[in-house]
Nanobody, 121 residues
Framework: QVHLVESGGGLVQPGGSLRLSCAAQGRPVNPVTMGWFRQTPGKERDVVAWMDFSNGVLNSGRTGYGGSVSGRFTISPENTGNAVSLQMNNLEAEDTATYYC?????????WGQGIQVTVSS
């Protein structure tokens, strides 16, 4: 089983930036995709960004983004194993949410515990 550890959330003013990180502890079996969803109270989780694995390695050439964040957010692999970062620029109040890291593999989907991002002046 994979344990996902998130870091980097917090409070930021509109127009500011934050960087989230997610590292997988444990070895995923045949990993497929790693990325982020976000959720606000009373709503379903929405996809934010994802990156595919190729031959067991995160592939920065295979990424995707939810429509509301495209052009503002960037997902990147980190240097340490199965880990990704999410650089969030030009943040808006509507980006306020709990952000959840996830990893899809042959064994299914693992989730992180969630990390709060609040955009407010």
């Amino acid at each position: 089983q994979v344990h996902l550890v998130e870091s980097g959330g917090g409070l930021v003013q509109p127009g500011g930036s934050l960087r989230l990180s997610c590292a997988a502890q444990g070895r995923p079996v045949n990993p497929v995709t790693m990325g982020w969803f976000r959720q606000t109270p009373g709503k379903e989780r929405d996809v934010v960004a994802w990156m595919d694995f190729s031959n067991g390695v995160l592939n920065s050439g295979r990424t995707g983004y939810g429509g509301s964040v495209s052009g503002r957010f960037t997902i990147s692999p980190e240097n340490t194993g199965n880990a990704v970062s999410l650089q969030m620029n030009n943040l808006e109040a509507e980006d306020t949410a709990t952000y959840y890291c996830y990893l899809d593999s042959r064994d299914g989907r693992d989730w992180g515990q969630g990390i709060q991002v609040t955009v407010s002046s």
